[in-house]
């Protein structure tokens, strides 16, 4: 119950004061990010600058009043660890992230705990530290080890539009280890609080073991409260502050409990508010129909909260002390690379996986942020009594080199990617293979539509038939004559390969069109624009598309009066939307529910065309290979999407 002994008056001026400076932090850091410095890193450099030792804009006095900050922060943080753990996308290499899981815990840990005790106990600087802390703090440190951030990892993938089975197994093992560094440090840090207070008895280690379960089952209730607030119909942020102000409470909880067990039985029960607030996260995610919302929370909210937060940690940091210290940033930055580089190899062994796996399945954990700045913060607040400097050293250690891996992370997990052809960099303009249309007839109605579809990355022919055409046709067009329409011409100009036909001659060129391909190439996707609506009878056996000028028109109005944005999106006019067919060819999402994919935030499904029938999607639609999939959405999210469902 600290928070409300300490929070005053002065806390809340404090606090406006801060959240204000929070907002030229965010500026200033997204100007160092275009240096090439990461977001997480030029927010603390931030810090710094406006924190006690530089410009003073934040002083201890205000740092120790809104240190709550850090709480509210870090069960967030635990929210969007739990929010990455989406059990049916990891089903499918689930052997080879099960081992790899294990490993890059156990291994990491137990390999970090060696190196950084032996370097405690033999480099000078640490000879001041008990025997008993040194063993403490490599315990912990090496829980801290385990830790990852799977944000940077799928920045990286997203900007090299990567895919392949390291990637997709790279992301699970990922995930699952935010779980996994949480349930370790809520293990390890009840067993340092029980020896620490000389009563390690079997008791003691039942009661460990009560803890995490107990916490385990409150998060599961801290789950079905999160799903009830985000039923509720309120102003969106209103509802996502109040889920912030959950995650919270989860820290007030477990002081509460705290204080009252101790005054009770004289002894504390910890329930670990990170692993409450991590359960419940993968609760919503996995156990409830509010997914798509609660990572709307997370994207939406995660923008406030980082700045805030890691702002925070830089003023909070000694910048003299992180000079002084720097060197064993750096080595304790190598020895968590030695332990993520042998638990990649160990784990790749038992699953099985290729050997440049084995050799390069480390890249993807390198990076450190938000979940291993959250540790230390646990550890400053909650091991005060142990010699102030040496907990201020050590922490200051491990900060450095996250900010460390920061910088070295992204490059080396690029490089093994582009290693192992799981980038699709180089296909940034044309994603999949570009759709060829073949328009009969050279008028401005067809250079304007020719001129249209070559914007949207289409190959765009146009054939015609007289070479007298007065119309000059713009570059990056073909233009193709034929004398006659019959097979030997239509396979002169690839007719049997274009995706789409559009006839804009006369009707009676327009019907022979129609006839050879109907009898020749089958049922392409032919759309003939008819002069004569009396002659509509003539194509009626052809199983085309036919659009009559002022039909059109008149349609088209009709549209825009009934549903102006729609139409508007339709025709393209909405800035940065369009409608998109992918047709499915992933083997991994074939079978899926809709309602199971994790589909980005401003994408929506219109329908689907299977076996020339159209299917209106809803949450249970089950997608299949080979369906051709209409989806409306920002031109970057469809990019995305086309690449995970074409692969």
Not at 136 to 162: D, G, K, T
Not at 203 to 208: K, R
Not at 500 to 516: A, G, R, V
Not at 547 to 564: E, G, T
């Amino acid at each position: 119950m600290e928070f409300f002994y300490n929070f005053s008056f002065d806390s809340i001026i404090f606090l406006s004061a801060y959240l204000i400076i929070c907002i030229s932090s965010f500026y200033l850091s997204s100007y160092l990010k275009k240096l090439g410095l990461p977001l997480v890193t030029g927010l603390i450099i931030v810090g710094v600058i406006i924190g006690p030792n530089f410009l003073g804009v934040i002083s201890d006095i205000i740092i120790k009043e809104i240190d709550f900050i850090f709480d509210v922060s870090l069960g967030f943080i635990a929210f969007a660890a739990g929010s990455e753990l989406f059990f049916k996308e990891i089903k499918s290499t689930f052997n080879s992230i099960k081992w790899n899981t294990i490993s890059s815990i156990l291994v990491t840990f137990f390999i970090g705990f060696v190196l950084v005790l032996i370097s405690f106990l033999t480099l000078p600087f640490f000879d001041e530290i008990q025997f008993n802390i040194k063993i403490y703090l490599s315990l912990l440190c090496a829980s801290i080890f385990v830790a990852r951030s799977p944000a940077s990892a799928i920045a990286v993938i997203n900007e090299l539009r990567a895919k392949g089975k390291f990637t997709s197994t790279s992301m699970g093992v990922l995930c699952l280890s935010d779980f996994g560094v949480i349930l370790l440090f809520a293990i390890i840090f009840s067993l340092i609080k029980s020896i620490d207070s000389g009563s390690l008895e079997i008791l003691n280690l039942l009661l460990i073991l009560f803890e995490i379960i107990i916490s385990i089952f409150i998060g599961f209730v801290y789950g079905f409260i999160l799903n009830i607030f985000l039923s509720v119909s309120i102003n969106k942020f209103i509802k996502y502050f109040l889920l912030v102000i959950i995650g919270f409470t989860s820290f007030i909880f477990s002081d509460y409990i705290r204080d009252i067990s101790f005054s009770a039985i004289n002894k504390e029960i910890i329930f670990e508010p990170l692993l409450i607030c991590m359960v419940s996260g993968i609760f919503v995610i996995n156990k409830t129909d509010k997914r798509l919302e609660f990572l709307d929370f997370i994207q939406v909210s995660g923008k406030y909260i980082y700045v805030i937060f890691f702002t925070l940690i830089g003023a909070s940091l000694n910048i003299f002390l992180v000079i002084q210290v720097f060197q064993y940033a750096i080595l304790f930055f190598l020895i968590r690379i030695v332990s993520l580089f042998a638990a990649s190899y160990i784990g790749g062994y038992f699953a099985k996986d290729p050997l440049s796996y084995k050799l390069l399945g480390w890249t993807p954990h390198i990076t450190q942020a938000g979940v291993s700045l959250g540790l230390i913060q646990l550890i400053q607040k909650e091991f005060y009594y142990w010699d102030n400097e040496i907990i201020s050293q050590v922490s200051i250690i491990l900060i450095s080199s996250i900010i460390i891996s920061q910088f070295f992370g992204p490059p080396i997990f690029k490089w093994a990617l582009n290693y192992l052809n799981e980038t699709n960099r180089r296909k940034q303009i044309s994603i999949v293979k570009k759709k060829r249309a073949i328009i009969f007839g050279l008028e401005p109605q067809s250079l304007s539509l020719a001129s249209l579809l070559k914007s949207r990355d289409w190959i765009v022919d146009i054939v015609i038939f007289d070479t007298n055409k007065p119309h000059k046709v713009p570059d990056g067009i073909n233009q193709m004559k034929i004398d006659n329409i019959d097979k030997y011409n239509f396979d002169k100009i690839d007719y049997a390969n274009a995706n789409s036909i559009i006839c804009f001659s006369s009707d009676d060129i327009n019907e022979e069109i129609c006839k050879l391909s109907h009898s020749t190439y089958g049922n392409k996707n032919l759309i003939v624009r008819i002069n004569d609506y009396l002659k509509v009878d003539l194509f009626s056996d052809f199983n085309i598309k036919l659009i009559h000028p002022s039909d059109a028109i008149i349609n088209l109005i009709d549209q825009y009066v009934r549903s102006p944005l729609g139409t508007s999106i339709f025709l393209g006019k909405e800035k940065d939307k369009e409608i998109r067919d992918i047709r499915l060819l992933n083997d991994k999402i074939s079978g899926s529910l809709l309602r199971d994919l994790k589909l980005p935030q401003d994408i929506l499904m219109l329908s689907i065309k299977r076996n020339d029938e159209i299917i209106l999607s809803h949450g249970y639609t089950r997608l299949l290979k080979e369906d051709i999939i209409t989806f409306l959405g920002s031109k970057n999210s469809l990019d995305k999407l086309t690449l995970r469902f074409d692969s």
